[in-house]
C-alpha cells in the first residue's frame, strides 16, 4: 500500500520562500510520475507540478511556472516543491501524489493520481 507524508507547510509572508517536502513508500517510487496538487478552502483541488519518474521531465501549472521547483530524489524516495516569490493566491492545502500508472508523463488531472498523503497547509499573508 503506498503512503506520503507531507512536511514543510506553514505560514509565510508574501514574496516569501517555502519547501515542502513528500516521503514516499509501498511503491516503486522510481517508475512513477509524482505530483504536487493543492486546494484552496471551498475550491477545487488544482495541479501544481509533476516530475517524472526519472526527474529528467517536469511540468507545472502556468499559475506557479517561473516561482515553484519540483524535484525528487530517488534514493531517498522523496519529491519536493521549492516555492519562491510566494503570494496570498497560493495560500492551500498541498498534497502529494503519484500516478495510477507507471512511466507516464504530462497528466495533471487529479483522477490520474492514485494516491495521495493527508496534505499540509500552506498559509501566505499579504
Known amino acids: 500500500q503506498v503512503q506520503l507524508v507531507e512536511s514543510g507547510g506553514g505560514l509565510v509572508q508574501a514574496g516569501g520562500s517555502l519547501r515542502l517536502s513528500c516521503a514516499a513508500s509501498?511503491?516503486?517510487?522510481?517508475?512513477?510520475?509524482m505530483a504536487w496538487f493543492r486546494q484552496p478552502a471551498e475550491q477545487e483541488r488544482e495541479f501544481v507540478a509533476a516530475?517524472?519518474?526519472?526527474?529528467?521531465?517536469?511540468w507545472y501549472a502556468d499559475s506557479v511556472k517561473g516561482r515553484f521547483t519540483i524535484d525528487r530524489d530517488n534514493a531517498k524516495n522523496t519529491v519536493s516543491l521549492q516555492m519562491n516569490s510566494l503570494k496570498p493566491e497560493d495560500t492551500a492545502f498541498y498534497y502529494c501524489?503519484?500516478?495510477?500508472?507507471?512511466?507516464?508523463?504530462?497528466?495533471?488531472?487529479?483522477?490520474?493520481?492514485?494516491?495521495w498523503g493527508q496534505g499540509t497547509q500552506v498559509t501566505v499573508s499579504s
Open positions: 509501498g511503491h516503486t517510487f522510481n517508475t512513477y510520475t
Open positions: 516530475i517524472s519518474w526519472s526527474g529528467g521531465t517536469t
Open positions: 501524489a503519484t500516478d495510477r500508472v507507471p512511466r507516464r508523463l504530462g497528466r495533471r488531472r487529479s483522477a490520474d493520481f492514485g494516491s
